[in-house]
């Protein structure tokens, strides 16, 4: 391969890579970029919208008093179908889990998506099951004690967002432009079966189309659904940085306000927006986790690779700083293997 389309191929890495880490940090970027851009009204007013979704929640934690103090972080990303029709017997489950790392001082990030239906221990419960009905039995904070479980790091803060505030994000921008693979009949935010009818092509879609399309996945495969997520994330932000949508992000603050929770305080979020900014100088990886297909007693499951799973948190805990340095995890051997093939990342 020439040294150009080596460089081609880089350029096209950390573009996407971009792209992924709008796609995660959507509420917060939504929040500091609208309150930098129109100055001290909607700067007081995304201090508002951030204090009216603050919701701090009792866990059990993996930080210690004896950890060093440090800037280097993490978030629990969270995404859930909180509806009525879906939650009434079960209770909500997580339809979305993104595990971000921040090392300040690199000013990077590392992305880790995790399968919903990852056969993991649940400490809530007390028995293993599939990682998304943690919340089901026990909400964010049950969430987050697997994920720590799991990977066996500290969670700081978690962001949790509804397919509401999709839709509502959506309209507010006053639709997207996305493609529609094939002719697609799907059900609408209230389980209405058949309700949303797209036809193949590129068009302008409103909140429940763009969700429509976002959830279908009867014609093909979950893979094929994560791509076209992404797409639409991509479709979103397009619309959100264009004029049209700079003069929207007063009610684009609300649509995510609304739909959100969080226990980061607002002071903290404002740090975040050093990685938002840092440019061509952010280095962003992101994480898929290796497996393989699994029944028992006739459920399926998503059986984790365990030897993936420990590099997995072998490249996290070195990125937050909680590595005892024995092992090189920044090395290309250790990395490279890990992240290849896993340059975009979208909803299991």
């Known amino acids: 391969m020439s040294l150009d389309r080596q460089s081609i191929k880089r350029q096209k890495k950390r573009s996407k890579r971009k792209k992924v880490l709008m796609l995660i940090l959507l509420p917060l970027l939504v929040l500091t970029l609208s309150a930098t851009a129109y100055g001290a009204f909607l700067f007081n007013k995304a201090e508002s919208v951030m204090d009216k979704s603050y919701e701090p929640v009792e866990r059990d934690t993996k930080r210690t008093d004896s950890m060093p103090e440090s800037e280097d972080t993490s978030i629990l990303f969270i995404g859930v179908d909180d509806s009525e029709l879906r939650s009434y017997n079960t209770g909500s489950r997580s339809d979305a889990l993104i595990l971000a790392t921040f090392n300040a001082e690199e000013k990077s990030v590392k992305l880790l998506s995790i399968p919903r239906d990852s056969y993991v221990y649940i400490p809530d419960v007390g028995y293993e099951d599939k990682i998304t009905h943690a919340h089901a039995f026990g909400g964010v904070s049950a969430t987050l004690e697997t994920v720590e479980e799991m990977l066996d790091i500290p969670i700081e803060y978690y962001v949790k967002m509804n397919f509401n505030a999709f839709i509502d994000v959506v309209d507010t921008l006053g639709g997207i432009e996305a493609e529609v693979p094939y002719a697609i009949s799907e059900m609408n935010s209230l389980d209405q079966k058949g309700s949303i009818n797209l036809e193949p092509g590129i068009q302008e879609l409103n909140g429940e189309e763009a969700l429509a399309l976002a959830r279908t996945r009867k014609q093909d495969n979950d893979i094929e659904r994560g791509k076209r997520q992404q797409e639409i994330i991509k479709a979103i932000v397009k619309k959100t940085i264009s004029v ?35 440019g061509s100088s ?63 990342t979208g909803y299991e």
């Open 244 to 278: 049209s949508g700079m003069t929207k992000y007063g009610d684009l603050m609300e649509a995510v306000g609304d739909n959100m929770t969080t226990d980061l305080p607002f002071g903290e979020m404002k740090s975040f927006f050093d990685f938002a900014t840092a």
């Open 282 to 344: 952010l280095n962003i990886d992101t994480l898929n986790l290796a497996g393989s297909d699994s029944y028992i007693n006739s459920v399926y499951y998503y059986q984790l690779d365990e030897t993936e799973l420990e590099n997995a948190k072998n490249i996290l805990k070195a990125h937050m700083n909680l590595d005892n340095g024995e092992t090189d995890l920044n090395s290309p051997e250790s990395e490279t293997e890990q992240l290849e093939g896993n340059e975009t």
